[in-house]
């Protein structure tokens, strides 16, 4: 079986793969019954060993409307307050026949650790400060969308010349290595932004530009990604007041202006209004794409359920050894 740990691991084709199979789902969900059968009889377990609202839910949603039986096993609520290790925990998941585990852990590598571990395919729901995949491949299924409904899309799916600015806390950010690579396997160009103490160093390895002022990062962007800064990450380190980072890295509709005028405005969730992103430009018609964020997150994880579990299922269309 294959698993979906890193965008790192996948090929272009591979994502252009995801994106465009996500399309039927997005189709299902506005016009349809929003009902399949295609995983009747499957089992999904999503296991969170951390908080969410988004992946969880439209996680449990799309494995439902697939048709599939999903369970959720909340870390909080587990043996895990008992002191069982996450390898006996995982062990204990494959136990039970699962046909696609869904995790979400604190510690980078945990998700792939976990892979190694059992038969099912695993779907990593955001593994420290590593990789949040099914994220990256949502933002890019909303930024098609959106660029097809303005009459930007191209046709072979790719964002060639597109500019992406990501601002915010950079350096405990799964959300931001998974765009950064997804994006540039599309063809988009990366910029990022955030405070010094929150940029990893070497980060330009990766091919992006870093900057420091909010205001040159936002200079020709067609894309404004807005990340929150994430305190439960960064004890003992110097966290800026709400108020001075706003004043330095905030989006505010004055800073949306210096971007392109039509620059759309994006973030993962959960926001901090006020801070990272104010309140009018969260809510910005024709701007803001984020709740179109949440509404593909369903499509893209039912894509991933689908074609993850299609080899269990015996059925063509992924060909083996095209995940890692
Ligand atoms: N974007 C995201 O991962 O949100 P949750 O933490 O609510 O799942």
Redesign the pocket.
């Known amino acids: 079986h294959r698993n979906l740990i890193s965008i790192g691991a996948l090929q272009t084709h591979e994502i252009l793969f995801l994106l465009d199979e996500a399309e039927q789902w997005v189709e299902l969900n506005r016009h349809a019954s929003k009902d399949s059968d295609a995983l009747n009889g499957l089992t999904i377990i999503n296991a969170f060993f951390e908080?969410?609202?988004?992946?969880?839910l439209s996680f449990e949603i799309a494995g439902k409307r697939l048709g599939a039986d999903v369970v959720n096993m909340h870390a909080a609520q587990s043996s895990v307050k008992k002191g069982e290790t996450l390898i006996d925990t995982a062990v204990t998941l494959n136990a039970m026949r699962a046909d696609a585990i869904v995790i979400r852990h604190g510690s980078s590598g945990a998700v792939g650790l976990i892979a190694g571990k059992v038969d099912c395919p695993v779907l990593n729901?955001?593994d420290g400060q590593h990789e949040?995949p099914t994220?990256a491949l949502l933002d890019a299924l909303a930024l098609r969308y959106t660029l097809r409904e303005r009459g930007d899309a191209s046709s072979d799916g790719m964002m060639n010349g597109l500019t992406v600015t990501i601002c915010g806390d950079i350096l405990h950010s799964r959300?931001a290595r998974s765009n950064i690579l997804n994006l540039q396997a599309l063809g988009a160009k990366v910029r990022l932004c955030s405070p010094p103490a929150l940029m990893p160093s070497g980060v330009e390895a990766m091919g992006v530009e870093v900057f420091y002022r909010f205001d040159d990062a936002l200079d020709g962007a067609d894309v404004v990604m807005m990340l929150r800064l994430q305190n439960e990450r960064m004890d003992g380190q110097f966290i800026p007041s709400p108020r001075e980072y706003r004043h330095l890295y905030g989006l505010t509709r004055e800073r949306l202006a210096l971007a392109r005028p039509d620059a759309i405005v994006m973030h993962?969730?959960?926001m901090n209004r006020g801070v990272e992103i104010d309140s009018d430009v969260a809510d910005m018609e024709g701007r803001s794409i984020i709740t179109q964020q949440v509404e593909m997150g369903v499509a893209i994880r039912m894509a991933c359920l689908d074609v993850l579990t299609r080899r269990a299922r015996k059925l063509p269309g992924w060909a083996e050894g095209e995940w890692a």
């Open positions: 908080n969410s609202t988004r992946t969880l729901a955001g949040h994220q959300v993962p969730g959960p």
